[in-house]
């Protein structure tokens, strides 16, 4: 007789709430009629979404104290060892939650495409064929866009609290394969956007293995896939190792790959370029954060132990992912793929914090490399998704008009939008006054702390290199005349609007005073074992 | 409250002013706001200045209030008489920079309300800068004068303007990211003895060893060097200046350029005392190289606002060496010139900018008799002239006599070396006074007026203050002077006593 | 235990490899199948060699996915075959530089 | 072991035939043979429940799936041999034995603990172990495969499927249509005639010659025309002699094709 | 009354900024305005004077502060000024002279459109003049040696449209510049050494000094006083400032100004005491810019430049006797205050012979001018006799003496200063015979006249003085007014009775006139003879003996392409360094883009390439 598997199903109910409300986004899909399916999916998402929120807020809140516990993280091992519901995890809930709110406007904007969704009405059409004109003329909408997106989510989130190898591997498909189709379902450029689902697919199908060929030998390793007891065996362990130490490489690969490190990132500027922009936006934060999470819950918790066998590489890694990010993206043209190397950048600086695996002082709140980098995830995904949004706003006959010569003269023709985007830029580029430099700041204390100053120094100036990117944009939207027509900014709708201008809020705020945030992020402890 | 009240006025001025309705269609409305604005804020810094207990030294109208405990950031204010001095620069400067932009010819004259904006902004945070005494807030505020600063040029200034803002940033960035990697290591040293804290007042006291203080230094000092600018990372000031409005070349030279001076007195030599013993003959050489490759190259110059910016790549050249040759007369000095050549060099750049609006080229050579027509702006050229190779009588040779007689005492070489400095001077701004003011009128410039009314107003204040203070610098050095001996004696350094000292006696005949 | 490992090296190679030089997209997408199937055959030779059988249910489960990875995989295969009658990776490079 | 050492080599033999196979169906039924052999190993290794989801689901299922979709895109397609992209086959070549060398030498010498073995696990019987397992240890990586079998539904749907806009026309509605179309526009409502008449040729993508000389297009089939393969059986000589028996008309009909 | 040393400068202080700030307002009544003040600092020096003589020898230096000028540290500078001896003739000379050309400006300057301007620098000179002699502190007496400076390049640019005008003006300021340099250089010196810049603290604290100490001091001051003085080899801008107005020459670049430098060499007293190295050098440096002067003096046709000779020529006498250390102090404030009085009454006089030539100034254009300006011809003629040592004439006790302390300080000296006072009378001789006598040369259109008696009144009183002047020594009487600045002077050991020496020199003298009269007896060209037929002695010192091209080689032009190397350097060196990293930064750039070739089968080679990587990174980090 199999005993019940004990479950505490009230901490773990964001994860259900997420996954059972894109269940429910399935049967509205099979149940209502086609003209109420996009507003009643819109809304259920929302609601779904909020009330996760929600849940996860009052979970946080009844996460026992790193006294209760007796150490010093916040939260416990649940679900049979497979979940951890510590204090990092469920502030990347909620993060991520956050991030797929705000993508949500994007994927419901529907005043762009003539009352059409940004995506494509029947993605089985052909591109440029009769089908997909009438598909056109009946107004269709792929609304199982939503459902994908909230399967996605849900696979996120385990994926950032998952404890053992073989649930985060299958998180790691469950965030996968939706996003995989998300990218095909671009309304405009079709092709590209194909493309772009097809390099994604080849490229995670391939990456994925890795990470799981890692497990594998991890488990060979320590006989288990539970990443508290290979932290056991990792901690006991008097060889040198050679299993674990390809092990841990291979895993390093998979997760390197979902984060967009050099030499794993090749697939993100296609991929970000091809896929439809909310997608893209949602994708560039929220992926990011969780698999980012994900790799140092891994590295942290089961290979804690050998750090010191670690950390050379992943500095080398950071390094390279950088100033290649930065360097790179000085030479774009196109404003979406642009991005992409800034997120390849962004993720080198964030490896920065993480591989300098700082984690404190006991019972001192300071900036660790977790707290730091939590805080460095908020604050690109926010701005992430806002500059993405302006992205979809910029557009002309065609659609997006992402070729950055299009975008001279923006300053001149409509100086509010022009503007978030440099906030946005400039916060990427670590401007102090925006959130970006807070986040900077984080992780270079975090890196410092743990003893690695000279990643430190290229660091800044990998982003003194990265800033000349950014700043090109902005002299190229202010200071630069129009060429010809320049853009066409349409109007904005309304939730796009309340999506930049959030985002913008946000990066001030969190620029200005970014104390409350700092402070739970500090709390939030370190990951449980 | 005073120091917030005194730094956010001209901020509010500035949001004002950019968000006053019909404001782009108004520039007239725009300048009487924003000179109104930086009006306010002068009465205000007087004030404070009368306020100010010069006798007491230390920090006066200290506010401090926690601002990001998770890193032990505080918001916190406080003037001592180095900051003082440099307040009143800007909030001096600041109405006549204002009054001197109002005649300038924008790229995009309907974004008017814009460019006085930024220059009431950028006011407001260089307040703040000399005010900090957080360096984490410090630097914050540092790093964001480059943004208005940045607008300014990029936005409002002439030809290749687009090409010097970001020249001008990238390098400011790139030294001001080194600076904040030496913050993110006191941070994780204040953190490692227990609270961690950016207040001056805790920094001072930090035990470091001597490698990582040396480190931090650098990363402090490299950004100032290329803020000041020193040789070799000046290159961009040139450029920058060459780009902009007067108005815009002055707030950025005068005002935004004293920071990193200011900051190497109060951050590099009091935070890193053994550091900064240890680089001292290094930055002095560096700084003495900076006085005569500047000279030099101003020589060379045929573009006057080039020359102008070079020249101040000479007189900053005399500050930094002031400051590094840890003596209360060299460092009064050196605070004291940063003072004169905010002076100096307002009046050098806005009366040339004048000159340069009514000819419509900035190229020496297309210049020549002016005096002629226009006596008083040749006049009041000379004596910006006269005060940039400081001519004794000129508040700027008392500054940079102290710098050389404090560094002569520390170095008899390179004191003299740069003494040098002083004849390549009188050749820069002769030269340049010869080929545009003298000689035959050119062609072509007949049509050149002579000052109006608003110009003289504007530039009336500084020659008179030039003049006054090269007689009377009194008052201001006796806010300095205490000010700077702490500094001195924090470096650890003392005034070098002279071998065959003047008895008392006679000493005292002269009392 | 060793030669079952090392087969699986081999195998995991050899897919990996095949993922590198064929140019069909289906069959670079069986190429990740083998990979995934020498991943398996390590996982059943840990379990045996642990004697727990955490290693066989993360076959299974990796069984599992591998289907569902297989129906989206050539669904976007198809989708993309039928916009360019054409399966060759190679084909598909807008995106560049 | 018997078994491994016949079986791994016939593994790496049909692993190297998916890398070496020109025609994609062969490159298939290598991994088949993996995948058989795969199966077998399993059982060999004490897990007799994968050995039987090997089988069902992988073999069985998983494969086919790819036969289906080679077929729709054609099976007979073989990948050209001349590598598009410089040096990626000997950089592909070197990484792989690098690859494979380093795991071998950086892994192969720490595997030497002894084996355990299975046999007290599967006291209960394997499938009860697994089943165990997976509803308490892994119950919820088990819960989510259910949000990735949706996935791959929903997925497949959204990308594959077609929703049908325009109701299709049934055998009575064509009909009618083909009577009007005669009534209004002459249009013969017959079929169309049949090809292969023409005295060389006898096939359906030749299409039939009118007593005038000239060809009857309709009479080969709409799906081979369209992809351009209808043989142009005018290049005959005899056709070309009497084209011109018959003058000018038929000439400019001609060029007009 | 003493304690108003402050208002002597105060009053043409006021007198300069009030016509400047009135502006055009003040154009009628301006140079009344300028005159009054220097008139009212004489009558107020006067006064000052007298009380000054009528107090007790001991008691007859005042100092009074106007407070603390500025002070940092050990530094302290007091704004103070001290009327002693040496200072009080030196107002007289300024202030007196000083007004008498402001006068006689009145009707030079009458057709000048500027002239309230060309009235207020003069006036801003003499407060900077009397603030150099009254400066009871080196600092402060800096301020005022650089106020005559500027005021100095204000005058001699007067005229700015004229491009050599403003080029003599840049020129004599930048020469000056490297004077300062040394004088900086003391200053530093002194403070580093003594904690203070006060002159009587730093002369009195001397002898704790080390000797080099005084040694170094005494040069750099030399350096400052070479700059100002016009001494070899700073002396090249001299000769050019001829291009102010000659008022501006007779005032600033005769009587006053140029003198500057024997002034701060007096006052410098005891730091010259101290050191025998540094006195020798100011000899030798009088001595050959004596001989230089004269050099050119006899080869010039221009005639302020002949005269501009001259001045150096006699500054270098008076250097030469402040060089003797307190032998010849005195005698050198003597020559100082005689050649004051002679040659600006020469100045003038040829002002007024320009005025009346149509400002020509080439002697070969003048001639028999003696007729029509008679009263400039007599004033100029008392000028020349007192220049040349005429018996009984003021520079007849003024050089002699120098003359004979040079001899008993070294017999070649004093020869060579002999032979100094044969040229002298042979190119003043020249200078008379080419101006006064002969035919006339001039044009036809140019009508000569003599000049309105604004003019020629200054010219009498000037000459008055020129013949008097010697007065002054009358009974030994200016050796002891000046004994407590300059120490007692011992007579000279000569090696001959006083009387010879007096009877050569007048010997040579009267062969340097004779000659000078023998040579230009007859009509001279008014062509210039082109240098190729001329001497290759006269070639030099039409040449200025070619310093201005020494200075350009080994100055200008080195500066020059230096300038241009850094220029060079600065674009492509370091800003080439910057802007190249960015280039470079961008073709990396450009280059790793391609790695993103768009197939799939590249990006999966990174991943598995990268994996590898990643194995070996860990296993290295692990097993090395």
């Known amino acids: 007789m199999i005993p019940a598997a004990q479950l505490d199903y009230w901490v773990l109910s964001p994860l259900f709430v997420v996954a059972g409300f894109a269940v429910l986004g399935l049967i509205l899909e099979a149940a209502l009629g086609r003209r109420y399916r996009f507003v009643v999916q819109t809304i259920a998402t929302a609601i779904g979404l909020v009330a996760a929120l929600v849940v996860s807020v009052l979970v946080y809140g009844d996460l026992r104290t790193p006294e209760e516990a007796g150490h010093v993280a916040r939260g416990a091992v649940e679900a049979e060892g497979a979940v951890t519901v510590d204090g990092p995890g469920v502030i990347t809930?909620?993060?991520?939650?956050?991030?797929?709110?705000?993508?949500?406007?994007?994927?419901?904007?529907?005043?762009?495409?003539?009352?059409?969704?940004?995506?494509?009405?029947?993605?089985?059409?052909?591109?440029?064929?009769?089908?997909?004109?009438?598909?056109?003329?009946?107004?269709?909408?792929?609304?199982?866009?939503?459902?994908?997106?909230?399967?996605?989510?849900s696979g996120m989130m385990l994926f950032a609290t998952a404890n053992d190898l073989i649930t985060m591997f299958v998180a790691l498909e469950v965030l996968s394969l939706p996003l995989y189709v998300l990218c095909a379902l671009s309304r405009r450029r079709r092709l590209i956007s194909q493309e772009a689902a097809m390099?994604?697919?080849?490229?995670?199908?391939?990456?994925?293995?890795?990470?799981?060929?890692?497990?594998?030998?991890?488990?060979?390793?320590?006989?288990?896939?539970?990443?508290?007891?290979?932290?056991?065996?990792?901690?006991?362990?008097?060889?040198?190792?050679?299993?674990?130490?390809?092990?841990?490489?291979?895993?390093?690969?998979?997760?390197?790959?979902?984060?967009?490190?050099?030499?794993?990132?090749?697939?993100?500027?296609?991929?970000?370029?091809?896929?439809?922009?909310?997608?893209?936006?949602?994708?560039?934060?929220?992926?990011?954060?969780?698999?980012?999470?994900?790799?140092?819950?891994?590295?942290?918790?089961?290979?804690?132990?050998?750090?010191?066998?670690?950390?050379?590489?992943?500095?080398?890694?950071?390094?390279?992912?950088?100033?290649?990010?930065?360097?790179?993206?000085?030479?774009?043209?196109?404003?979406?793929?642009?991005?992409?190397?800034?997120?390849?950048?962004?993720?080198?600086?964030?490896?920065?914090?993480?591989?300098?695996?700082?984690?404190?002082?006991?019972?001192?709140?300071?900036?660790?490399?977790?707290?730091?980098?939590?805080?460095?995830?908020?604050?690109?995904?926010?701005?992430?998704?806002?500059?993405?949004?302006?992205?979809?706003?910029?557009?002309?006959?065609?659609?997006?008009?992402?070729?950055?010569?299009?975008?001279?003269?923006?300053?001149?023709?409509?100086?509010?939008?022009?503007?978030?985007?440099?906030?946005?830029?400039?916060?990427?580029?670590?401007?102090?006054?925006?959130?970006?430099?807070?986040?900077?700041?984080?992780?270079?204390?975090?890196?410092?702390?743990?003893?690695?100053?000279?990643?430190?120094?290229?660091?800044?100036?990998?982003?003194?290199?990265?800033?000349?990117?950014?700043?090109?944009?902005?002299?190229?939207?202010?200071?630069?005349?129009?060429?010809?027509?320049?853009?066409?900014?349409?109007?904005?709708?309304?939730?796009t609007t309340v999506v930049i201008a959030l985002a913008a809020i946000v990066t001030v705020v969190l620029g200005v005073l970014p104390g409350p945030l700092l402070d739970i992020v500090q709390h939030a402890g370190a990951f449980v074992r | 409250m005073m120091l917030t009240v005194l730094a956010v006025t001209p901020i509010i001025g500035a949001l004002l002013v950019a968000c006053w309705p019909g404001a782009s269609g108004n520039p007239r409305l725009v300048k009487v706001l924003a000179l109104a604005v930086s009006l306010i804020t002068l009465v205000l810094a007087i004030v404070v200045a009368a306020q100010f207990d010069a006798a007491e030294g230390g920090y006066q109208f200290v506010e401090q209030r926690e601002w990001i405990p998770a890193i032990g950031a505080h918001y916190a204010l406080g003037l001592n008489g180095i900051g003082l001095t440099l307040v009143m620069l800007t909030t001096i400067l600041s109405p006549i920079v204002i009054l001197a932009a109002w005649g300038d010819r924008l790229p995009n004259p309907a974004r008017t309300h814009t460019y006085f904006a930024w220059m009431l902004a950028l006011e407001g945070l260089a307040i703040g800068v000399f005010a900090a005494t957080d360096v984490f807030l410090f630097y914050l505020l540092f790093e964001a004068t480059l943004v208005p600063l940045y607008f300014l040029i990029g936005a409002h200034g002439g030809v290749g303007r687009s090409y010097a803002a970001v020249k001008f940033l990238i390098y400011n960035l790139v030294g001001g990211l080194l600076m904040l990697a030496s913050i993110v290591g006191?941070?994780?040293?204040?953190?490692?003895?227990?609270?961690?804290?950016?207040?001056?007042?805790?920094?001072?006291?930090?035990?470091?060893?001597?490698?990582?203080?040396?480190?931090?230094?650098?990363?402090?000092?490299?950004?100032?060097?290329?803020?000041?600018?020193?040789?070799?990372?000046?290159?961009?000031?040139?450029?920058?200046?060459?780009?902009?409005?007067?108005?815009?070349?002055?707030?950025?030279?005068?005002?935004?350029?004293?920071?990193?001076?200011?900051?190497?007195?109060?951050?590099?030599?009091?935070?890193?005392?053994?550091?900064?013993?240890?680089?001292?003959?290094?930055?002095?050489?560096?700084?003495?190289?900076?006085?005569?490759?500047?000279?030099?190259?101003?020589?060379?110059?045929?573009?006057?606002?080039?020359?102008?910016?070079?020249?101040?790549?000479?007189?900053?050249?005399?500050?930094?060496?002031?400051?590094?040759?840890?003596?209360?007369?060299?460092?009064?000095?050196?605070?004291?010139?940063?003072?004169?050549?905010?002076?100096?060099?307002?009046?050098?750049?806005?009366?040339?900018?004048?000159?340069?609006?009514?000819?419509?080229?900035?190229?020496?050579?297309?210049?020549?008799?002016?005096?002629?027509?226009?006596?008083?702006?040749?006049?009041?050229?000379?004596?910006?002239?006269?005060?940039?190779?400081?001519?004794?009588?000129?508040?700027?040779?008392?500054?940079?006599?102290?710098?050389?007689?404090?560094?002569?005492?520390?170095?008899?070489?390179?004191?003299?070396?740069?003494?040098?400095?002083?004849?390549?001077?009188?050749?820069?701004?002769?030269?340049?006074?010869?080929?545009?003011?003298?000689?035959?009128?050119?062609?072509?410039?007949?049509?050149?007026?002579?000052?109006?009314?608003?110009?003289?107003?504007?530039?009336?204040?500084?020659?008179?203050?030039?003049?006054?203070?090269?007689?009377?610098?009194?008052?201001?050095?006796?806010?300095?002077?205490?000010?700077?001996?702490?500094?001195?004696?924090?470096?650890?350094?003392?005034?070098?006593?002279?071998?065959?000292?003047?008895?008392?006696?006679?000493?005292?005949?002269?009392? | 235990m060793t030669e079952y490992i090392t087969l699986s090296f081999l195998l995991f190679t050899i897919g990996a490899v095949g993922v590198l030089v064929r140019r069909n997209a289906i069959v670079v997408f069986m190429c990740v199948e083998l990979m995934l199937n020498a991943t398996n055959l390590a996982f059943v030779s840990f379990a045996r060699q642990h004697g727990n059988l955490d290693g066989q249910t993360a076959a299974f489960f990796v069984m599992v996915v591998a289907a569902a990875e297989v129906v989206i995989g050539l669904a976007i295969i198809v989708s993309i075959y039928r916009t360019r009658r054409s399966t060759s990776v190679d084909e598909a490079n807008l995106l560049k530089a | 072991m018997t078994t491994f050492w016949v079986l791994a080599p016939i593994m790496v033999i049909a692993a190297m035939g998916l890398i070496l196979a020109r025609k994609a169906v062969h490159a298939a039924l290598c991994l088949a043979v993996v995948m058989i052999s795969l199966a077998v190993l399993y059982a060999v290794q004490d897990a007799p429940f994968l050995f039987a989801v090997q089988i069902i689901v992988y073999t069985g299922a998983i494969m086919m799936l790819f036969l289906f979709v080679?077929?729709?895109?054609?099976?007979?397609?073989?990948?050209?041999?001349?590598?598009?992209?410089?040096?990626?086959?000997?950089?592909?070549?070197?990484?792989?034995?690098?690859?494979?060398?380093?795991?071998?030498?950086?892994?192969?010498?720490?595997?030497?603990?002894?084996?355990?073995?299975?046999?007290?696990?599967?006291?209960?019987?394997?499938?009860?172990?697994?089943?165990?397992?997976?509803?308490?240890?892994?119950?919820?990586?088990?819960?989510?495969?259910?949000?990735?079998?949706?996935?791959?539904?929903?997925?497949?749907?959204?990308?594959?499927?077609?929703?049908?806009?325009?109701?299709?026309?049934?055998?009575?509605?064509?009909?009618?249509?083909?009577?009007r179309d005669y009534a209004e526009q002459g249009r013969h409502p017959g079929n169309p005639p049949t090809p292969g008449v023409f005295a060389l040729h006898n096939a359906v993508d030749t299409p039939a010659l009118l007593p005038d000389g000239t060809t009857a297009e309709e009479s080969v089939p709409e799906s081979l025309r369209q992809r351009g393969q209808e043989r142009q059986g005018l290049d005959d000589s005899a056709v070309q002699d009497r084209l011109r028996e018959i003058g000018p008309d038929e000439d400019e009909e001609d060029a007009d094709r | 009354?003493?304690?108003?040393?402050?208002?002597?400068?105060?009053?043409?202080?006021?007198?300069?900024?009030?016509?400047?700030?009135?502006?055009?307002?003040?154009?009628?009544?301006?140079?009344?305005?300028?005159?009054?003040?220097?008139?009212?600092?004489?009558?107020?020096?006067?006064?000052?004077?007298?009380?000054?003589?009528?107090?007790?020898?001991?008691?007859?230096?005042?100092?009074?502060?106007?407070?603390?000028?500025?002070?940092?540290?050990?530094?302290?500078?007091?704004?103070?000024?001290?009327?002693?001896?040496?200072?009080?003739?030196?107002?007289?000379?300024?202030?007196?002279?000083?007004?008498?050309?402001?006068?006689?400006?009145?009707?030079?300057?009458?057709?000048?459109?500027?002239?309230?301007?060309?009235?207020?620098?003069?006036?801003?000179?003499?407060?900077?003049?009397?603030?150099?002699?009254?400066?009871?502190?080196?600092?402060?007496?800096?301020?005022?040696?650089?106020?005559?400076?500027?005021?100095?390049?204000?005058?001699?640019?007067?005229?700015?449209?004229?491009?050599?005008?403003?080029?003599?003006?840049?020129?004599?300021?930048?020469?000056?510049?490297?004077?300062?340099?040394?004088?900086?250089?003391?200053?530093?010196?002194?403070?580093?050494?003594?904690?203070?810049?006060?002159?009587?603290?730093?002369?009195?604290?001397?002898?704790?000094?080390?000797?080099?100490?005084?040694?170094?001091?005494?040069?750099?001051?030399?350096?400052?006083?070479?700059?100002?003085?016009?001494?070899?080899?700073?002396?090249?801008?001299?000769?050019?400032?001829?291009?102010?107005?000659?008022?501006?020459?007779?005032?600033?670049?005769?009587?006053?100004?140029?003198?500057?430098?024997?002034y701060l060499v007096v006052r410098s007293a005891g730091i010259y005491d101290a050191?025998?190295?540094?006195?020798?050098?100011?000899?030798?440096?009088?001595?050959?810019?004596?001989?230089?002067?004269?050099?050119?003096?006899?080869?010039?046709?221009?005639?302020?430049?002949?005269?501009?000779?001259?001045?150096?020529?006699?500054?270098?006498?008076?250097?030469?006797?402040?060089?003797?250390?307190?032998?010849?102090?005195?005698?050198?404030?003597?020559?100082?205050?005689?050649?004051?009085?002679?040659?600006?009454?020469?100045?003038?006089?040829?002002?007024?012979?320009?005025?009346?030539?149509?400002?020509?100034?080439?002697?070969?254009?003048?001639?028999?001018?003696?007729?029509?300006?008679?009263?400039?011809?007599?004033?100029?003629?008392?000028?020349?006799?007192a220049i040349i040592g005429f018996p009984g004439m003021s520079g007849f006790f003024s050089k002699d003496k120098i003359i004979e302390a040079a001899l008993g300080y070294n017999t070649w000296i004093g020869l060579a200063a002999m032979i100094g006072a044969g040229v002298t009378a042979f190119y003043m001789t020249r200078l008379m015979m080419m101006t006064f006598f002969g035919e006339k040369r001039w044009r036809d259109e140019v009508h000569p006249h003599e000049s309105p008696s604004v003019m020629t009144i200054p010219l009498i009183v000037l000459a008055a003085a020129s013949v008097l002047g010697g007065a002054l020594y009358l009974g030994g009487w200016i050796t002891d007014w000046l004994e407590p600045i300059a120490g007692h002077a011992e007579h000279p050991h000569l090696p001959v009775p006083v009387i010879v020496v007096q009877l050569g020199v007048m010997a040579v003298v009267a062969l340097g006139v004779a000659a000078g009269v023998w040579l230009y007896r007859r009509d001279v060209p008014d062509r210039a003879a082109a240098d190729a037929d001329v001497s290759i002695v006269t070639r030099a010192g039409r040449h200025e003996i070619y310093t201005n091209e020494v200075n350009g080689a080994l100055v200008v032009l080195p500066v020059r392409y230096l300038t241009r190397l850094l220029v060079w350097l600065d674009a492509r060196g370091i800003d080439g360094t910057v802007t190249g990293t960015a280039d470079r930064i961008g073709e990396a750039s450009q280059q790793l883009r391609r790695t993103q070739t768009g197939y799939v089968r590249s990006y999966a080679l990174g991943i598995f390439g990268g994996a590898l990587l990643v194995v070996l990174g860990l296993l290295a980090v692990t097993l090395a």
């Open chain 4, 70 to 179: 080679l077929m729709l895109v054609g099976v007979d397609r073989s990948d050209s041999l001349v590598e598009s992209i410089k040096g990626q086959r000997l950089a592909a070549a070197v990484v792989g034995i690098l690859f494979a060398v380093t795991l071998s030498i950086g892994v192969g010498q720490v595997v030497v603990s002894s084996t355990i073995g299975l046999d007290q696990a599967n006291a209960d019987g394997n499938v009860e172990g697994l089943a165990a397992l997976l509803f308490t240890r892994y119950v919820i990586a088990f819960e989510f495969t259910a949000a990735l079998m949706i996935t791959a539904v929903l997925g497949a749907m959204v990308l594959a499927h077609r929703e049908r806009l325009v109701t299709p026309r049934s055998q009575t509605d064509l009909q009618k249509q083909r009577m």
């Open chain 1, 93 to 153: 809930w909620i993060m991520l939650l956050v991030f797929a709110l705000l993508s949500l406007g994007l994927f419901a904007e529907r005043r762009f495409e003539a009352g059409m969704s940004p995506f494509t009405g029947r993605a089985a059409d052909i591109p440029g064929s009769d089908e997909e004109s009438q598909a056109v003329q009946h107004r269709l909408e792929h609304t199982e866009v939503f459902p994908l997106m909230l399967f996605a989510l």
């Open chain 2, 186 to 511: 006191l941070y994780a040293l204040t953190t490692r003895a227990g609270e961690s804290s950016f207040l001056h007042s805790e920094l001072i006291g930090l035990d470091i060893s001597a490698g990582t203080e040396k480190l931090l230094f650098l990363g402090f000092f490299i950004a100032f060097a290329v803020k000041a600018p020193m040789w070799p990372l000046h290159t961009w000031l040139p450029d920058a200046a060459a780009s902009s409005t007067p108005s815009t070349a002055v707030l950025m030279v005068s005002i935004v350029d004293k920071i990193g001076t200011f900051a190497m007195i109060r951050w590099c030599l009091e935070i890193f005392p053994g550091a900064s013993q240890w680089a001292s003959p290094v930055v002095m050489v560096l700084a003495v190289i900076s006085i005569l490759y500047g000279a030099l190259l101003a020589i060379g110059q045929d573009d006057i606002r080039r020359l102008i910016a070079f020249t101040s790549v000479s007189h900053f050249g005399f500050i930094v060496l002031g400051i590094f040759a840890f003596t209360t007369l060299s460092t009064s000095g050196a605070t004291l010139y940063m003072f004169n050549h905010g002076l100096s060099t307002a009046v050098l750049f806005l009366v040339t900018g004048m000159l340069i609006a009514r000819r419509g080229s900035a190229s020496i050579s297309e210049f020549g008799g002016v005096q002629k027509i226009a006596p008083v702006l040749a006049g009041i050229l000379l004596i910006g002239g006269l005060s940039s190779l400081s001519l004794p009588g000129l508040a700027p040779f008392i500054s940079e006599f102290m710098v050389l007689a404090g560094t002569f005492t520390v170095s008899i070489p390179l004191a003299v070396i740069a003494a040098f400095g002083i004849i390549l001077a009188a050749v820069y701004i002769l030269l340049m006074y010869k080929r545009t003011m003298t000689g035959p009128l050119r062609p072509g410039l007949d049509g050149i007026r002579e000052l109006d009314g608003r110009e003289f107003t504007a530039l009336a204040p500084a020659v008179v203050l030039i003049i006054a203070l090269g007689f009377v610098p009194g008052p201001l050095l006796s806010v300095i002077n205490p000010s700077v001996e702490p500094v001195i004696a924090q470096v650890g350094a003392e005034d070098p006593v002279p071998p065959h000292p003047v008895d008392a006696a006679s000493e005292g005949a002269h009392e």
């Open chain 5, 275 to 385: 050191s025998e190295i540094a006195r020798t050098v100011v000899v030798i440096v009088g001595l050959v810019t004596l001989l230089v002067g004269a050099w050119i003096g006899c080869a010039k046709d221009d005639i302020k430049k002949v005269l501009a000779g001259s001045t150096m020529s006699q500054i270098g006498y008076m250097m030469l006797a402040a060089g003797l250390g307190p032998a010849g102090y005195a005698f050198a404030i003597f020559h100082l205050l005689t050649h004051g009085f002679f040659k600006a009454n020469m100045f003038l006089g040829a002002g007024s012979v320009m005025h009346a030539m149509d400002d020509d100034v080439d002697m070969r254009h003048y001639g028999a001018l003696r007729r029509a300006m008679p009263i400039t011809f007599v004033t100029f003629g008392l000028g020349y006799l």
């Open chain 1, 199 to 495: 390099k994604y697919f080849l490229l995670g199908a391939f990456s994925s293995v890795f990470f799981l060929y890692g497990a594998a030998l991890a488990y060979g390793y320590s006989g288990s896939l539970n990443l508290t007891i290979i932290d056991e065996a990792v901690s006991a362990r008097a060889d040198s190792g050679g299993l674990l130490l390809v092990a841990m490489a291979m895993i390093a690969v998979g997760l390197l790959f979902k984060i967009g490190a050099v030499p794993f990132h090749a697939w993100t500027p296609d991929v970000y370029q091809g896929a439809p922009t909310p997608v893209t936006g949602f994708m560039a934060a929220a992926t990011k954060a969780a698999a980012f999470i994900a790799l140092m819950r891994v590295f942290f918790v089961a290979f804690g132990g050998a750090s010191w066998d670690w950390r050379p590489t992943f500095w080398v890694v950071a390094v390279i992912t950088m100033v290649f990010g930065s360097v790179v993206a000085i030479a774009q043209t196109d404003v979406k793929r642009m991005l992409a190397y800034s997120s390849i950048a962004h993720a080198g600086f964030l490896l920065v914090g993480f591989s300098a695996a700082y984690v404190g002082i006991a019972n001192e709140a300071v900036l660790t490399s977790v707290s730091s980098v939590l805080f460095y995830l908020v604050v690109y995904g926010v701005a992430t998704i806002g500059a993405f949004a302006v992205v979809s706003v910029v557009r002309d006959s065609a659609g997006e008009t992402t070729h950055l010569a299009k975008w001279t003269g923006l300053g001149q023709r409509s100086p509010w939008l022009a503007g978030t985007f440099a906030l946005f830029m400039l916060s990427f580029a670590g401007i102090p006054l925006t959130a970006g430099f807070i986040g900077k700041w984080g992780v270079f204390a975090a890196a410092w702390a743990g003893g690695t100053w000279p990643l430190v120094v290229i660091g800044v100036l990998a982003s003194a290199l990265a800033a000349y990117f950014y700043v090109r944009v902005i002299v190229l939207m202010f200071f630069t005349e129009p060429v010809g027509d320049g853009p066409t900014v349409a109007a904005p709708g309304v939730l």
């Open chain 5, 1 to 262: 009354m003493l304690e108003l040393s402050w208002l002597l400068i105060a009053i043409p202080l006021a007198g300069a900024a009030l016509l400047l700030v009135w502006g055009k307002g003040a154009d009628r009544f301006g140079h009344l305005i300028a005159t009054a003040a220097s008139a009212a600092a004489f009558v107020l020096g006067l006064i000052m004077f007298v009380e000054l003589i009528g107090r007790g020898a001991d008691d007859r230096s005042v100092t009074t502060s106007l407070g603390t000028w500025f002070e940092a540290g050990r530094f302290h500078v007091e704004f103070a000024f001290t009327f002693d001896q040496l200072s009080s003739l030196f107002v007289l000379l300024i202030t007196g002279v000083g007004t008498l050309i402001h006068v006689y400006s009145i009707g030079y300057m009458a057709h000048d459109a500027r002239r309230r301007r060309f009235f207020a620098y003069l006036n801003l000179f003499v407060a900077a003049m009397l603030t150099l002699v009254l400066a009871a502190d080196y600092l402060v007496l800096f301020l005022g040696w650089e106020g005559v400076g500027l005021a100095s390049f204000l005058l001699i640019g007067f005229w700015q449209h004229k491009e050599t005008a403003a080029a003599a003006a840049n020129k004599a300021f930048i020469m000056n510049r490297v004077g300062d340099l040394g004088m900086v250089i003391a200053l530093m010196t002194m403070f580093a050494t003594f904690g203070t810049t006060s002159i009587a603290a730093v002369n009195g604290a001397i002898d704790s000094a080390s000797g080099s100490t005084a040694t170094a001091l005494g040069l750099l001051l030399l350096v400052g006083a070479c700059g100002k003085s016009a001494q070899v080899p700073l002396q090249a801008w001299l000769l050019d400032a001829m291009e102010g107005p000659t008022p501006v020459s007779a005032l600033i670049h005769a009587a006053t100004m140029v003198t500057a430098g024997v």
